[in-house]
């Protein structure tokens, strides 16, 4: 079946603008994650939501970024006033129900470079 | 706070060579771990998990990996590696609590099989 698909693959921006990233979860999965990954790092987590709410946003860095899931499938993360350290790989995953032993599924990731 | 480390950055063996990853983690309560694997040009997918029962884990592709408690470790193994494991393997862990979705990760080690 299909997996996590994430839009656009690539993205490059000036410093100060805004940009939204796409993520669309397995289909029936219900747990969605965003992490960050930087050149030589693991991924590290930004959010969670578990439905249309996020239900763990510890790992957003500052305000400028924000995340939505509005209808529970498709989320989108937000970053208002890029600046050049945001540059990374955004990668999505998705889990069934949000259980924590289970598998999360990881997406493509969009690479942001911000110039 | 948990956190993962990875010992090796970047390893090199030739095929049919024995394969060991090292992988420590710092948190003192119950801990789900995982590896995952990242072959080239490709998504993050799952190699193995452990959450309960034998500590010693199975997974695709021939891997398996032992969770010794007293020594926070979740060491990588496969027996003979081939060339189409050459792939960053990240180790990773969540744990019951606050923040139990999160999934940690390390840092990251890159695998170089030879022919």
């Known amino acids: 079946g299909a997996g996590v698909s994430q839009t656009p693959s690539n993205k490059v921006t000036e410093k100060g603008k805004y940009v939204e990233l796409r993520c669309d979860p397995i289909?029936?999965?219900?747990?969605l994650y965003w992490y960050r990954q930087s050149l030589g790092q693991g991924p590290e987590f930004l959010i969670y939501?578990?439905?249309?709410?996020?239900?763990?946003d510890s790992g957003l860095p500052n305000d400028r970024f924000f995340a939505v899931r509005p209808e529970g499938s498709v989320s989108t993360l937000k970053i208002q006033r890029t600046e050049r350290g945001d540059s990374a790989v955004y990668l999505c995953?998705?889990?069934?129900?949000?259980?924590?032993?289970?598998?999360?599924?990881f997406g493509p990731g969009t690479r942001l470079l911000v110039l | 706070a948990q956190s993962v480390s990875q010992h090796n950055h970047h390893v090199i063996l030739s095929e049919a060579a024995s394969l060991e990853l090292g992988c420590n983690y710092s948190?003192?309560?119950?801990?789900?771990l995982f590896w995952y694997v990242q072959y080239p040009g490709q998504h993050l997918q799952l190699l193995l998990k452990y959450f309960s029962g034998d500590p010693l884990v199975k997974g695709i592709k021939g891997f398996e990996a032992e969770f010794i408690k007293s020594k926070f470790s979740f060491n990588l193994r496969k027996p003979s590696v081939q060339w189409s494991d050459t792939a960053e393997y990240f180790c990773a862990v969540n744990s019951l609590g606050a923040g139990s979705y999160q999934l940690t990760f390390g840092k990251g080690t890159k695998l170089s099989v030879i022919p």
């Open positions: 289909s029936g999965h219900t747990a």
């Open positions: 995953a998705s889990s069934k129900a949000g259980q924590i032993q289970e598998t999360q599924y």
């Open positions: 939501f578990q439905g249309t709410g996020a239900a763990d």
């Open positions: 948190y003192g309560g119950t801990v789900n």
